[in-house]
């Protein structure tokens, strides 16, 4: 059975809380649907690259993880970002800056 889902609103603030906590500065750049919006971060790295994360679902565990969709070039992200936006209009992105590349989407809480 799927673990119950936290609406994609309430989960973009307490992430963009935690980064604020860590000194990480963030920034919604598109705003989804509060309720049901799949949210994608981009980690800019402040030297011309950044990652693409997003939760995919592994059927075998059915757990969501957070996967590193895409490394490379910022504006090469920022395209990807840009097709995945007219495809789905609930699509939230938030984009983090962090020179070593620390989105804490790997800590409790935020899986």
Not at 23 to 43: F, Q
Not at 74 to 81: W, Y
Request: glycine fraction near 6%; aromatic fraction near 8%.
């Amino acid at each position: 059975m799927p673990e119950p889902r936290l609406a994609a609103g309430i989960w973009v603030s307490a992430y963009l809380k935690r980064l604020q906590l860590a000194d990480i500065p963030a920034y919604v750049m598109r705003h989804g649907d509060d309720t049901a919006g799949t949210v994608m971060v981009k980690c800019a790295t402040l030297d011309g690259r950044a990652s693409l994360w997003m939760r995919e679902w592994n059927f075998e565990t059915d757990q969501r993880p957070w996967t590193r969709i895409s490394e490379a070039g910022e504006s090469e992200i920022d395209a990807e970002i840009a097709r995945n936006c007219s495809r789905d209009p609930d699509l939230w992105v938030i984009e983090i800056e962090s020179r070593n590349g620390a989105t804490l989407l790997d800590q409790p809480g935020l899986v």
